[in-house]
């Protein structure tokens, strides 16, 4: 057993790999860590590229893949590509739900035999106050694609950021009373702050967190290798390299035993701090 799956035994390192797919968008969320948008740099990660790394994630000892970017989903190849990804390990998708118009959901379609999950963001019950944070009807484009999904057989996990004073007790309620009705069960919805980081910093939205208090885990993007999915974020067009843990990124054993060393000594549990999963 590598050193890698015994620090993952022991709760030492968190069992994920995150990839940055991609960094551009359709939207330009108001707290996007990456300043994604349409017109930013696309700074793709290549397709053969993410399945090399989900190899040798699983060769490791890591038990499941998350992919992120920008929207992922602009990516034609992605389908394919998450199909050979998850021969290795589970995966989950994070989307804003909105690109799923009757050709990718087919594209889609053969991904529900496969142990892949996407996440949508949904950040509120009230289209005005999810679509200020989002962009115009992405509550109505993301409500009609929930369901689609879930009748394809292909599970879907919502995730809410926003700010703690946003969403109340009674939102919250709502929120899950209409996640509940479009099928995703309790266990699938996720609530996390806003991160201080990326266009959220520019706008004052968020909180600041230390990296102790960040999940450690292990994120590839084109730039290289970070601490976290929050490193490799972006801030007036430049990359945050203050969570960077090395440029290298092959192979996968370089970067996840440099972020072992970084962490070996922390308590257990810090890295749940801020209730991310």
Known sequence: MSAIAEAIDAG?????????????????????????????SKRLLDPDEMIRIAREAAELGYRDIGITGGEPFLLRHLPETLAAVSEYLPTLVLTNGTLFNETRLAELAPLARLPVALQISLDSPDPDVNDEMRGPDNFATVIDAIPRL???GITVRIATTGEPDRLDEDDHARLCALHRELGVPDEDHIVRPIVRRGRAA???????????????????????????????????????TDLLISRTTAPLSRPANLLLRLIQGRLPGDAAAIGIR
């Open 12 to 40: 030492t390192l968190p069992g994920r790999v995150w990839m940055y797919a991609d960094y551009h968008c359709n939207l330009a969320c108001t707290y996007c860590l990456t300043e994604s948008a349409p017109g930013v």
């Open 150 to 152: 879930r009748d394809l």
């Open 202 to 240: 520019d706008v004052g939205l968020g909180q600041d967190f230390a990296p102790e208090q960040i999940p450690a885990e292990l994120c590839i993007s084109v730039d290289g290798a970070f601490w976290s999915p929050f490193g490799p974020t972006v801030r007036g067009g430049e990359l945050d």
